[in-house]
DNA sequence: GCGACAG
DNA sequence: ATCTTGTCGC
């Protein structure tokens, strides 16, 4: 049928993202969230969307509910999708952000005393080209609060992976130390953080939505058992399960078994 | 032309 | 995102 081309369709989505942006609220805006422990906190989600090897349309939408501060799953729901666009740095919300928010209606229509107070987004927030990523985009359309935590640096708004960025991950001594990811405007889009005294790399931290900076990373070191934190990390492990369990790979070392 | 490119 | 086993080290 009539496929629209990618360029026009960059166009609208950057005209939506500016829209969205306007309501953005960046800060905190909920009493846990100034509480030393974050008392009061007591659900966290976690999102992710893992994919087949050959397909990049299908998917599995995954969203979680952990307990806080125990990280006990308290909900998981694996659905698998139909991606209707294309993936493009700087647009990933456009890729994702609809099964995500269908997975949060689900959660709601079923289960609304499980809401989460707070989702952690695999992907970047405000640390994003026009300042609107995944993190933001989810936020505002679901209203959550949300973080963005990368698990790889974008190098957006003069903030590179050179010498000097290596130096300063050397410099993280132990689990919650970070160094800020400073625009060439001299904004402070995001953290990198040491999220455990074991890993080396760090994570990329940025606000998404209703959350200050500060509390993101304060929020993303106190859910890190391992390098990833643990919603999106439990988010990642049972979309992956689901795709193992119902979509055996059958992959060119196999295919051939039942020819002939 | 070359390099970058969250997931 | 996904392709992939073992291996070195604490």
């Known amino acids: 049928m009539s496929a629209k081309p990618v360029e026009e369709l960059i166009k609208e989505w950057e005209r939506e993202q500016v829209r969205l942006k306007g309501m953005l609220q960046v800060g905190d805006t909920e009493d846990w ?31 979680v509910i952990l ?12 659905q698998m999708v139909a991606l209707d666009a294309p993936y493009v740095a700087g647009y990933l919300a456009f890729r994702e952000t ?3 928010l269908q997975a ?30 995944l993190a933001c985009h989810l936020g505002v359309l679901s209203g959550l609060p949300c973080v ?22 050397n410099a993280l001594q132990k689990g919650g130390d970070t160094f800020p990811l400073t625009s060439e405007s001299g904004r402070v889009l995001g953290k990198a953080l040491r999220s455990s005294d074991k890993s080396t790399k760090p994570v990329y931290v940025s606000v998404g939505h ?18 990833v934190p643990e919603p999106i990390r439990q988010a990642d492990i049972l979309s992956r399960e689901y795709l193992r369990k119902h979509f055996p790979s059958a992959d060119l070392q196999t295919q051939d078994a039942g020819e002939r």
């Not at 698990?151 to 960025?165: A, F, I, T, Y």
């Open 33 to 63: 969230q100034r509480s030393p422990c974050f008392a009061g906190l007591e659900r966290v989600g976690g999102v992710d969307l893992s994919f087949i090897k050959g397909d990049d349309v299908k998917a599995c939408a995954q969203l």
């Open 210 to 227: 209703r959350i200050s900076l500060d509390t993101a990373i304060r929020l993303t070191h106190s859910c890190c058992r391992y390098r």
């Open 98 to 100: 609809p099964s995500l």
């Open 104 to 133: 949060l209606n689900r959660l709601e229509e079923t289960q609304p005393a499980l809401m989460p107070q707070v989702v952690l987004v695999d992907g970047n927030g405000l640390f994003h080209y026009r300042e609107f990523g």
């Open 148 to 169: 963005g935590v990368a698990k790889n640096l974008l190098q957006v708004q003069g903030v590179v992976r050179d010498e000097e960025h290596f130096s300063q991950i």
């Open 67 to 78: 307990s806080y501060p125990d990280m006990k799953l308290l909900y998981e729901d694996s």
